[in-house]
């Protein structure tokens, strides 16, 4: 058999694949008889290593069986789409107790490398074989490395993409306060996608909401850059052009001196001081009065 | 295509119904400025609310349409420009800066009917 799979024999490529396909089986069936061995070498070298810090010993040797046993299918099997779901359901598992992307490649890494050592140790006799059967093994190990921690990775981004997908919509309330008046309250630093965002909101609500005048406080605003400070600027022209007032509150002393600095063209910005002037400004522009009610006779005595 | 220019009362109301050409653009502005004489309007609402793109002519044409209706002794208000429209225009620089703007053509007739009326205005 050996001679038939040989690297530089002229064979055709036919009777080599039915030699890798040969040796393939032979590696599981010597990987399900010493299971229990190697998977405690495999799960003793993990704790070595100080990798899965997060999970007890019990833990990562549960999960390392699954591993192994996902391992020696997708050896016998060339199909890696069970490992896939696997790696998937295990990362949305261990992702949220704080697993980084080098501990998991870190362990899969090292069961390549407990597996290897052992067919070292079992061909060690035969160079020949135990050639052949690396080339065999290795390509299909690194292959199962590979999915692991690409199904890992690409978990970790879901999880990252779904969370700024949420904060994005925390981040970008408009309300309205009263019939045709909104607010924005803007919180936190504003980068040029969020500023974007913003105006893209603001616009919407404008139109969904018939609004005349919106105020933007931007009291929760930590710094501005010359950027985003033109970004408020052409949110404020567009929404004049959307026949929308915009009123700017909350400027910090600090974004105050910024914008000066900058030079930003701040004719255009109506600005007062807080936000229940901002408010105040808008009724007066909209023509609300807001007046204290007589007290009733009834709430008098009281 | 010619757009339509309807009186209504004291104002005349351009509602444009489609894409226009430059053409179309020039041919608005000449219309517009001879009706307001003809009907004695003291208003002029433009209505680009199907417009999904306005590019530097069409602002500009508009710009020039409000300042000559102003000489003609009307006023002039731009109404229905979409939020997408007024992101890219205001990307570009084009601002319509001294010309009024309305959310539709409701708002525009208030604020004309406002600005009548001779009272405070909401600009």
Redesign the interface.
């Known amino acids: 058999m050996t001679t038939a799979i040989r690297p530089h024999g002229n064979d055709s490529s036919r009777p080599r694949a039915d030699g890798t396909a040969a040796l393939l089986r032979e590696l599981v069936a010597h990987l399900r008889k010493n299971r229990t061995q190697l998977r405690e070498e495999w799960a003793r070298r993990i704790t070595e290593s100080k990798l899965l810090t997060a999970m007890t010993r019990e833990e990562i040797f549960a999960e390392a069986t699954s591993v192994y046993d996902n391992y020696v299918e997708v050896l016998e099997t060339g199909s890696v789409e069970a490992l896939q779901a696997y790696a998937r359901n295990l990362s949305e598992r261990i992702i949220p107790r704080g697993v980084e992307t080098h501990e998991v490649l870190g362990i899969v890494l090292l069961l390549r490398d407990v597996l290897a050592r052992s067919l070292f140790k079992k061909y060690q006799a035969d160079f020949a074989l135990l050639n052949a059967v690396l080339d065999a093994y290795e390509p299909a190990a690194n292959r199962i490395a590979n999915t692991v921690a690409v199904g890992f990775v690409q978990e970790r981004e879901r999880i990252i993409r779904q969370q700024q997908e949420a904060i994005r919509e925390l981040s970008t309330p408009v309300l309205q306060v009263r019939d045709r008046l909104l607010i924005l309250p803007i919180i936190g630093v504003i980068d040029p996608h969020r500023a974007r965002q913003l105006?893209?909101q603001l616009?919407?609500g404008?139109?969904a909401n018939?609004?005349?005048?919106v105020v933007v406080d931007i009291t929760g605003v930590p710094s501005v850059d010359a950027t985003v400070a033109n970004h408020l600027v052409?949110?404020v022209?567009?929404?004049?052009?959307?026949?929308?007032?915009v009123i700017v509150t909350g400027l910090s002393s600090e974004i105050a001196q910024t914008l000066v600095t900058i030079g930003v063209d701040l004719s255009k910005i109506n600005a007062v001081g807080d936000l229940q002037g901002g408010i105040e400004e808008a009724e007066r522009?909209?023509?609300y009065t807001v007046t204290t009610p007589e007290p009733k006779p009834s709430e008098v005595k009281a | 295509m010619r757009v339509p220019i309807l009186k209504q009362s004291q104002y005349v109301i351009a509602s444009i119904q489609s894409a226009l050409s430059d053409e179309d653009l020039l041919q608005l502005r000449d219309d517009l400025v001879q009706n307001v004489g003809r009907y004695r309007s003291r208003g002029v609402i433009v209505d680009v609310t199907v417009l999904d793109v306005m590019d530097s002519f069409a602002v500009r044409t508009l710009r020039a349409i409000a300042h000559m209706i102003r000489l003609r002794g009307a006023e002039t208000v731009i109404?229905g420009?979409?939020?997408?429209?007024?992101?890219a225009?205001?990307?570009l620089g084009l601002?319509?800066e001294d010309v009024t703007?309305?959310?539709?053509l409701e708002?525009?007739l208030a604020y004309l009917n406002h600005q009548m009326a001779g009272a405070a205005h909401?600009?």
């Open positions: 105006t893209e616009l919407r404008i139109r018939r609004a005349k005048v052409q949110t022209d567009a929404s004049r052009l959307m026949g929308a007032n522009l909209l023509g | 109404v420009i979409q939020p997408e429209v007024a992101f225009m205001v990307q601002t319509l703007t309305a959310l539709d708002e525009g909401v600009k």
